[in-house]
């Protein structure tokens, strides 16, 4: 069986979809969800599925190996990130070499690094007059947003498409596209 771990900082909506994909499937399970917002909804998303959930702190993260243990001890053999926000060590990536991967709500390179997360993104597609946009799947590295890519998926930016049209309508691809992704990480 292979196990996942999901980051999230935020609604965890992407988290909800991952663990529901993966719900009827024997050969996968969601182990756990390891949060850094008290205030997050990924919570709930995690009491809901009975899977357990981790609080972090920055400390725990960039100052001990406390992540990396947890990560150790669950067996994990994929780190996904959904709508994670802060930076990973390189002390985790180095423990969990290309077996962390991140989605991101545009096609990279455009649209990314630090300060690129959310409507801040889509935002600055409809900015720049892009007549396209999509989702980026990617390994993590040192740096934000700047891993080798794993998959990217466009769709058209219309004219009368607003930043909230936009996250409504990448999302949709995250929904699709971020699970069926990692089931053939998880198989190769």
């Not at 947003?145 to 219309?158: A, L, N, R, T, Y």
């Amino acid at each position: 069986m292979k196990r996942i771990a999901i980051f999230a900082s935020g609604t965890g909506t992407n988290a909800r979809n991952i663990i529901q994909y993966f719900h009827a499937n024997p050969d996968v399970s969601v182990e756990c969800i390891v949060c850094n917002n008290a205030h997050a909804k990924a919570r709930d998303v995690a009491n809901e599925a009975n899977i357990p959930y981790y609080l972090i702190t920055k400390k725990d993260l960039h100052e001990t190996d406390h992540v990396v243990k947890l990560m150790r001890e669950s067996e994990i053999d994929l780190i996904v990130l959904a709508g994670f926000l802060w930076l990973v060590p390189e002390s985790l990536l180095h423990a969990f070499p290309k077996r962390i991967i991140n989605i991101h709500p545009a096609l990279l390179p455009k649209h990314g690094g630090p300060g690129y997360y959310g409507m801040k993104v889509h935002d600055s597609v409809i900015k720049a007059g892009d007549k396209e946009t999509g989702i980026t799947i990617h390994y993590l590295n040192e740096k934000y947003d700047d891993g080798q890519i794993i998959f990217q998926k466009s769709i058209s930016v219309e004219a009368g498409d607003t930043p909230e049209t936009l996250a409504q309508k990448v999302h949709q691809l995250e929904y699709e596209w971020y699970p069926k992704i990692i089931g053939q990480l998880l198989a190769s």
